[in-house]
């Protein structure tokens, strides 16, 4: 009778182990219950590994650096290949917004930034339909607040504005 509550005890005990151990490497490698935002950019710290105790002063140390690319370095690398050769209105962006994100959520993500949006007729209600504000960004600057922007949650894209000449 001893033998068969410590091996129920022992099985509960092992049962619960594995089921925490899964769990947690579910999360980890970002199943469903992950809840942290994907499109989000995390500047990667560039950390040197400490000199090894046995290095002297005469014997340099060599270290191998190749830092990964943040996502945000990567945005502006794939951003500017897309852009080379479009013609775009200069210093004007057209930002697109998840459906969940009302006109005024929008307005504090381009306003915390310390931009501004191109006002136009009727804006709130059309914001209702199309989810998108022009967006006014420093002139020079419109690679860079594209992958800024990208990385707000209620941004769903970011783009230029496109200039296009019509042909009679």
Known sequence: MKQDIKFVLFSVIFIGVCVSVWASVFVIKGGQWNQAPVSSFTPVPTVLPEPKAESTASSPISIDIKAEESDFEICMDEEQKKVQGVDYEKGSLLVS????????????????????????????????????????????????????????????????????????
């Open 97 to 168: 917004f998840t459906s969940s994100a009302t006109f005024q959520k929008a307005r504090a993500v381009i306003e915390s930034n310390k931009l501004t949006y191109q006002s136009r007729e009727n804006m709130e209600e059309d914001f209702k339909t199309n989810h998108w504000l022009g967006v006014v960004v420093p002139k020079k600057e419109e690679i860079k607040w594209i992958c800024v922007l990208k990385g707000n949650t209620a941004v769903k894209n970011a783009i230029l504005n496109r200039t296009f000449e019509l042909h009679e």
